[in-house]
């Protein structure tokens, strides 16, 4: 059995990038959750800092986890995420879950 595999995203807007970011992050969602091997793809905002978005996504495996990075969505986000926003990734696998 292949062990699901966790992503979650940590992303400060850029000063004036809120909004586009947001919109970013909302166009992620659908195509996201769509795609085989998707169990979560979820989109939090932090209620202290407007502007401050956190991705939660949870894989199959990590071909699931290699397709998405693949995607023409992905491959879009890529492109701009870097001017809209600092962001932290972390690539996680489970120790113990229920």
């Known amino acids: 059995m292949t062990a699901p595999i966790k992503i979650v995203a940590f992303l400060t807007a850029r000063p004036g990038k809120a909004d586009a ?7 992620m969602l659908a195509p996201s959750r769509g ?6 793809y979820d989109l939090w905002a932090d209620e ?6 956190v991705l939660d996504e ?4 990590a071909e699931a986890v ?5 995607s023409g969505h992905f491959q ?12 932290s990734a972390f690539t996680l696998h489970p120790l113990g879950i229920a």
């Open 21 to 27: 970011l947001r919109d970013l992050l909302d166009s």
């Open 48 to 53: 202290a800092e407007p502007g401050r978005f």
């Open 66 to 70: 290699a397709a998405h990075r693949a």
């Open 76 to 87: 879009t986000y890529l492109s701009v995420i870097n001017d809209l926003a600092e962001r």
């Open 58 to 61: 949870l894989y199959e495996h």
């Open 35 to 40: 795609e085989a091997g998707n169990l979560r």
